[in-house]
């Protein structure tokens, strides 16, 4: 394909507003552009990248017996109503009206929409299993759309559901999708790690999240790309590796999501969903009698344990939520951050947020500072971390302005529901006991996950098991993020390129180095002087000796200096470049490999059998 005939408006800077690599370099070489906010144009080189992700998912869904099909996504809110999401989803939703004045919605995910076609089409057990999916735009009206292709309000996802009679059937099929998603980010060229994920209300082993590991920006090696002229960063002077490091550090590190793993063992988890080793240590102490303590103008746990000249372990800290519109009081040992994925799934809420200072006034007769758990209105409930219960004689908020207690007990002052949830610390003890957590920043890039009877019941999706008796349809869905994949991939493939000029000048530039699967075309063919006839002719006999071999060939057809020809291709990144160049009249063209760096200049009658070569590596 002629270069000249593609849309790809590189650019010579990077943009001003990424703060990201990925989304730098997909709007410098071309590949996006935003049309108005999180929501961008898939330009020709990025849409080619897509659609060869759509094939690498297709062959792999086909491996499992997963069915493509595709719902709209314009969708009757009355869908929702059912699901009752329509009114818990919250401001994402894209709410619109039909000519009629009818309420309609853009589709942000799709179980409403699979569950209302199964359940019409679908009366009997012998019907199931049933494994179907697509790969669509989705609309989500994020509140801050940001980095690129990695949060946006219009993205592609290819969405899966399955539809069973048993759970272990269920099982299954979300082990079979497990191992396609294995397979599909491995062949994407994707560095990731499967984790427990956030399964809502029903724990971890039913959901897993895949994550895209976002490299460390000190790991010179993984990010520099030397030409051959260097032969080592050691040959690097200092002062401009020191710009290189510069340069990589004023880069924002992507991930969103923190994952935590185990320095031993194959535990591995979301941050929201992550806990430590715990064993019960309560002290077998005699209890003291309550005493409230003056503790002027203390705020922080911290100001608490120091005025009372006490271990911040010592002091309970009391937060007030507000959970689908009942009011908890959430109990911490301490420092220890509230991990509120865990308290909501715990609670089984749609909805929880932190009560604001004047409701918890309302509810707890103090103000922030002074809040604690003893004497508490009936109606509110305690959630308290497991770790709470090991105190004895603890200090806590007198629920009084400016007052605290001490000699606090479980039990015997308060009444908790005792589980876990706290925020884990980077160091603590992996949960079964092997190695220690650790954390790394990561992007979700997929999410398999059971979804058990949640839409069947809500939506009355039954059908007739062998005897006959009505049972409710047992789900599982599947999400892979398409186009934030693309963010992903770029993310881990963006390279600083260092040459050194003959003058022995060292220039480092950013470029993409993309994976061979999913690179918008195999080849990039230069003329370096497209005036020159006899190399016109040589470019035109190698493009069309590459296609023949089912090369897809980017042909830089355009009349430009050369300079600029070869930083665009370093931009856009495909995986081997070949440049008709001075020695077109001899026949003889350059080859080079972008990922091994390797570069030889072959005649262009073995060019075929060379690229096979260097390419089987
Ligand atoms: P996140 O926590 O990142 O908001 P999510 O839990 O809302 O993700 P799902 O509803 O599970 O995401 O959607 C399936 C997949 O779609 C995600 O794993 C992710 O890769 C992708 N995705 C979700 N929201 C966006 C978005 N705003 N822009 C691009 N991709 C997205
Ligand atoms: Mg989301």
């Given at each position: 394909m002629k270069q000249s005939k593609m849309l790809i408006p590189t650019l010579r800077e990077m943009p001003s507003d990424a703060q990201v690599i990925s989304h730098a370099l997909m709007v410098r070489a071309g590949y996006v552009r935003q049309v108005s906010a999180g929501i961008y144009a898939y330009l020709p080189l990025a849409n080619r990248t897509i659609e060869k992700l759509k094939v690498i998912m297709r062959q792999e869904f086909d491996k499992i017996g997963a069915v493509e099909m595709l719902a709209p996504a314009l969708l009757t809110a009355d869908l929702w109503r059912e699901s009752g999401r329509y009114e818990t989803y919250g401001e994402d939703l894209y709410k619109l009206k039909n000519r009629e004045k009818s309420d309609f919605i853009l589709g942000p995910t799709h179980e409403e929409t699979l569950t209302t076609l199964v359940r019409d089409a679908v009366k009997s057990y012998k019907q199931l299993p049933l494994n179907l999916y697509q790969i669509q735009s989705k609309y989500r009206d994020e509140k801050r759309p940001r980095n690129g292709l990695l949060r946006t309000r219009e993205f592609i996802m290819k969405d899966g559901y399955s539809f069973h009679q048993s759970y272990e059937d269920l099982d299954l099929t979300y082990e079979d999708y497990r191992q396609a998603y294995e397979a599909i980010f491995k062949r994407a060229g994707l560095e990731f790690k499967g984790i427990i994920g956030d399964g809502g209300a029903m724990g971890g082993k039913d959901s897993q999240e895949f994550m895209a590991?976002?490299?460390?920006?000190?790991?010179?090696?993984?990010?520099?790309?030397?030409?051959?002229?260097?032969?080592?960063?050691?040959?690097?002077?200092?002062?401009?590796?020191?710009?290189?490091?510069?340069?990589?550090?004023?880069?924002?590190?992507?991930?969103?999501?923190?994952?935590?793993?185990?320095?031993?063992?194959?535990?591995?988890?979301?941050?929201?969903?992550?806990?430590?080793?715990?064993?019960?240590?309560?002290?077998?102490?005699?209890?003291?009698?309550?005493?409230?303590?003056?503790?002027?103008?203390?705020?922080?746990?911290?100001?608490?344990?120091?005025?009372?000249?006490?271990?911040?372990?010592?002091?309970?800290?009391?937060?007030?939520?507000?959970?689908?519109?009942?009011?908890?009081?959430?109990?911490?040992?301490?420092?220890?951050?509230?991990?509120?994925?865990?308290?909501?799934?715990?609670?089984?809420?749609?909805?929880?947020?932190?009560?604001?200072?004047?409701?918890?006034?309302?509810?707890?007769?103090?103000?922030?500072?002074?809040?604690?758990?003893?004497?508490?209105?009936?109606?509110?409930?305690?959630?308290?971390?497991?770790?709470?219960?090991?105190?004895?004689?603890?200090?806590?908020?007198?629920?009084?302005?400016?007052?605290?207690?001490?000699?606090?007990?479980?039990?015997?002052?308060?009444?908790?529901?005792?589980?876990?949830?706290?925020?884990?610390?980077?160091?603590?003890?992996?949960?079964?006991?092997?190695?220690?957590?650790?954390?790394?920043?990561?992007?979700?890039?997929?999410?398999?996950?059971?979804?058990?009877?949640?839409?069947?019941?809500?939506?009355?999706?039954?059908?007739?098991?062998?005897?006959?008796?009505?049972?409710?349809?047992?789900?599982?869905?599947?999400?892979?993020?398409?186009?934030?994949?693309?963010?992903?991939?770029?993310?881990?493939?963006?390279?600083?390129?260092?040459?050194?000029?003959?003058?022995?000048?060292?220039?480092?530039?950013?470029?993409?180095?993309f994976p061979k699967e999913l690179a918008p075309f195999d080849v990039h063919l230069i003329t370096v002087n497209s005036k020159d006839e006899n190399a016109q002719d040589l470019t035109e006999k190698v493009e069309a000796d590459l296609m023949a071999k089912g090369y897809e060939v980017l042909t830089d057809d355009r009349n430009e200096r050369v300079g600029s020809k070869f930083s665009d291709s370093d931009l856009i990144g495909l995986p081997i470049r070949v440049t008709v160049g001075k020695k077109a009249s001899e026949g003889i063209v350059e080859v080079k490999i972008k990922a091994s760096g390797d570069s030889i200049e072959v005649n262009a009658e073995n060019l075929i059998e060379t690229l096979e070569i260097l390419t089987a590596k």
């Open positions: 590991i976002t490299p460390e920006r000190t790991d010179l090696n993984r990010w520099l790309s030397l030409d051959k002229s260097i032969p080592s960063i050691d040959d690097i002077p200092e002062h401009i590796l020191n710009d290189i490091k510069n340069e990589l550090s004023s880069w924002m590190i992507s991930g969103e999501d923190t994952i935590v793993y185990s320095s031993e063992s194959g535990y591995a988890a979301n941050l929201e969903m992550a806990s430590n080793a715990y064993k019960p240590s309560r002290k077998v102490i005699s209890h003291e009698d309550l005493l409230e303590v003056e503790t002027p103008d203390c705020q922080s746990i911290d100001e608490v344990s120091q005025f009372l000249n006490i271990d911040s372990h010592q002091v309970i800290k009391t937060l007030v939520f507000i959970a689908d519109d009942q009011p908890i009081v959430a109990l911490l040992v301490g420092n220890d951050h509230v991990n509120d994925v865990k308290l909501k799934n715990y609670l089984g809420a749609d909805f929880l947020e932190v009560a604001s200072e004047e409701t918890a006034f309302q509810i707890m007769g103090a103000h922030f500072g002074s809040l604690g758990p003893v004497n508490l209105p009936e109606n509110v409930r305690i959630i308290a971390d497991r770790n709470v219960e090991d105190l004895a004689n603890a200090v806590a908020g007198a629920n009084k302005d400016g007052y605290h207690l001490k000699g606090v007990n479980p039990d015997r002052d308060f009444k908790a529901e005792y589980v876990d949830i706290r925020e884990v610390k980077e160091g603590e003890m992996s949960p079964d006991g092997q190695g220690v957590l650790q954390f790394a920043r990561g992007i979700e890039v997929g999410h398999i996950f059971k979804l058990g009877t949640r839409y069947s019941d809500s939506m009355g999706a039954n059908i007739l098991d062998e005897n006959g008796r009505s049972v409710p349809i047992i789900m599982g869905c599947y999400g892979v993020g398409v186009s934030r994949i693309l963010s992903a991939v770029i993310e881990q493939h963006a390279r600083l390129f260092v040459t050194k000029t003959a003058k022995g000048d060292y220039r480092y530039s950013w470029g993409i180095n």
